[in-house]
Nanobody, 118 residues
């Protein structure tokens, strides 16, 4: 099992930046997939950014709506995944969840609120 704890959410004006962090309870080096989802009020949870590690390569995926503005990164030594969010828009307002998948099991953090004012 792995526990995930997010931090770094808050209120920011449009055009501003925030950096989210996700601390895992153990090593993330071998986890198959780790990244971020978000859920806005009245909407389904959606993928934001994800590292997917296969047997040969590691793939990074971003939602089209955040490409060029958000950057996902990982620090394996600190068991941490970050999401740098720049040029934030009001439509980025949501609860952001850290996610990990290993051995067929899904793990979620408790979420952190991001609010972007216009």
């Amino acid at each position: 099992q792995v526990q995930l704890v997010e931090s770094g959410g808050g209120l920011v004006q449009a055009g501003g930046s925030l950096r989210l962090s996700c601390a895992a309870s153990r090593s993330i080096f071998s986890i198959n997939a780790v990244g971020w989802y978000r859920q806005a009020p009245g909407k389904q949870r959606e993928l934001v950014a994800m590292f997917t590690t296969g047997s040969i390569v590691s793939i990074t995926n971003y939602a089209d709506s955040v490409k060029g503005r958000f950057t996902i990164s990982r620090d394996n030594a600190k068991n941490t995944v970050h999401l740098q969010m720049n040029s934030l828009k009001p439509e980025d307002t949501a609860i952001y969840y850290c996610y990990a998948r290993e051995a067929g099991k899904d793990y979620w953090g408790q979420g952190t609120q991001v609010t972007v004012s216009s």
